[in-house]
Every structure is written in C-alpha cells, then in structure tokens.
C-alpha cells in the first residue's frame, strides 16, 4: 500500500509568506506612526512643563514683593514693558533676603516674538518666549482698576500694585499669567521716619 505524503505546497507556502509580509508592514508602519505621535507629544509637553515652572517662577518673584523704603533705590516702578524692586523670592541663591530684580517683556518685531526675561545679580535669563509682539503688564490696584504703569500719575497708592498680570497672544492666543504680592504693600515707618531723627 502506498502512503501519501502531505504538505504545503509551494502556492500555499508563497501566500502564507506574502501573507506575513503584509501584515508585518502595517504592524511597522503603526509602530513607526506611533514613535512619531510620542516624540511630538513628549516635544509638546516638555515645552508645557517648561512654561508651567517659568510661570510658577514669575509668580514665586511677585509673591515675595518687598516694598523698599521711600526714595531708596529700589522702590518698585513697573510700565507695560518691564517692573523693578525688591523681591524675598529671588530665582537667585538669596532665597529670603530682600533681592533686587527685573522682570523685562522683550519685543523683537523682526522675528515676531516676545521673551519674558529676569535679571537679578546676574545677566538677564530668557523664561519664556511667545509668537506674537502684543505682550503687555498690567498693574491692579485695591479697587482692582487696571493700570498701564505703576505708581499711576495721579492719586495716593501704595508702593506695590494689588497684582500684577502678564497679558499676551501667542499666535493669535491670548495668555493671562496672574500674581499678586502676599507681603506689605508699603515699607514699615523708621524712627527717623517717625520721630525724624537718626537712632
């Protein structure tokens, strides 16, 4: 008696290979679309992560608002552009101390983009950088009446603004950043203050 031998023939081994090549190619390309899907995302959220602490820096700065004492050299002056004075909560090693310090928006109208920059002891540092030249600090005071500058020219206000907003548009979207000064707004009387004498 003759026993057959059974296989796959050579037809049924091409299609089973042609079969596994095709399958392979989708699963290669759905791999590749997905590295690329988590480089750009991993890209986006650095860049989130990056302005949430540049962000959580400016606030930490305008939280320790210290006001200086009248007609020293660093009592806070602040136009649209930038605001000086003495902060307890410099981005610097003087972690507590009373620190002079600039926040400075820095328009470049060539390359259509903004940068928020601090400077304390040290050369000034880009923070932050926005598409867009329409970029602008606001000034609130107790009533919370916005003001392009500070002091206002007119009337009786404290040294240091009730808050202090970053207003922009970064391609076209609008970006608010808001801190407010948690200490006094106006410098603690002196005895000479006081008693106009020296102690």
């Not at 006001?67 to 009592?75: E, H, I, R, V, Y």
């Not at 390359?111 to 932050?128: H, V």
């Amino acid at each position: 008696m003759m026993r057959i031998q059974r296989g796959f023939t050579l037809i049924e081994m091409l299609v089973v290979l042609i079969m596994v090549a095709m399958i392979s190619s989708v699963l290669f390309q759905a791999l590749e679309r997905s590295y690329s899907l988590q480089r750009r995302f991993g890209t986006e959220l650095f860049k989130v992560q990056q302005g949430q602490m540049a962000t959580d820096w400016y606030r930490q700065t305008v939280q320790g608002l210290y006001p200086d004492q009248l007609g020293a050299s660093n009592t806070f002056h602040g136009d649209a552009s930038s605001f000086s004075g003495l902060t307890t909560n410099p981005l610097g090693d003087d972690h507590g101390a009373p620190t002079p310090f600039q926040w400075t928006l820095v328009i470049h109208p060539d390359r259509n983009n903004t940068e928020l920059t601090y400077r304390d002891s040290g050369p000034p540092t880009t923070l932050l950088t926005w598409r867009g030249t329409d970029a602008k600090f606001v000034y609130l005071d107790e009533q919370q009446v916005t003001h392009d500058r500070w002091p206002p020219p007119l009337g009786l206000f404290p040294q240091l603004p009730r808050q202090i907003h970053v207003e922009a548009k970064d391609d076209g979207e609008r970006i608010s950043i808001f801190a407010s000064p948690r200490g006094p707004t106006d410098p603690e009387p002196r005895p000479q203050d006081v008693f106009g004498v020296n102690p």
